[in-house]
């Protein structure tokens, strides 16, 4: 199966800030079908990105995905309150199974 | 906009089956436009993808827990299915439903926390 490794693990920002967050694959994710989803405590994941870089429905142009094949990054430009949160990358190109990494929590700092 | 609610008992006796159901609203379960999953988060193991369905009931599940998990659909109720077989302490989780669209899992149900304890 594809592990994805989440780093860092936490990243401490201030409001207004930017966050760069990093999801490496241990192989080659195929048509760049990886997501990334936000979760709140005590919520559900929310779909932000698919396909490495297109923004679902409703979410906000300060989030950003990209990167290809092992390396993927996603960006959240001048953080806002709400932003703060467990992001977590996940693949679904693999025919055996779909895989999530371990996460990254953005906290205030 | 369509919505996801999980239902069933919170709490499952090892050995056990572990049974939710998924009821969909705002959207119909029969278009083939979609399939419908499960996935389940713990403490121990974080988010795991447990497998779907499709409209038509075919099913992928994933290889690690393939042979205890099924599936299933009911279009009549707009609704689709877990069960998960001869459960452990391992097996406690939230679990949560899921639509997928082009592949992507892009909206949740809010989840439902199982318990296995005796």
């Known amino acids: 199966e594809i592990v994805l490794t989440q780093s860092p693990g936490t990243l401490s920002l201030s409001p207004g800030e930017r966050a760069t967050l990093s999801c490496r694959a241990s192989q080659s994710v195929n048509n760049n079908l990886l997501a990334w989803f936000q979760q709140k405590p005590g919520q559900a994941p929310r779909l932000l990105i698919y396909g490495a870089s297109s923004r679902a429905t409703g979410i906000p142009d300060r989030f950003s995905g990209s990167g290809s094949g092992t390396d993927f990054t996603l960006t959240i430009n001048r953080l806002e309150p709400e932003d703060f949160a467990v992001y977590y990358c996940q693949q679904y190109s693999s025919s055996l199974t779909w895989t999530f990494g371990q996460g990254t929590k953005v906290e205030i700092k | 906009q369509v919505q996801l609610q999980e239902s069933g008992p919170g709490l499952v006796k090892p050995s056990q089956t572990l049974s939710l159901t998924c009821t969909v609203s705002?959207?119909?379960?029969?278009?083939?436009?979609?399939?419908w999953s499960w996935i389940r988060q713990s403490a121990g193991k974080g988010l795991e993808w447990i497998g779907r369905v499709g409209a038509s009931g075919s099913t992928k599940y994933d290889p690690s827990l393939e042979s205890r998990v099924t599936i299933s659909v009911d279009t009549s109720k707009n609704q689709f299915s877990l069960k998960l077989t001869s459960v452990t302490a391992a097996d406690t989780a939230v679990y949560y439903c899921?639509?997928?669209?082009?592949?992507?899992?892009?909206?949740w149900g809010q989840g439902t926390l199982v318990t296995v304890s005796s």
């Open positions: 705002g959207g119909s379960i029969s278009s083939g436009s979609y399939y």
């Open positions: 899921a639509r997928v669209l082009n592949w992507v899992l892009d909206y």
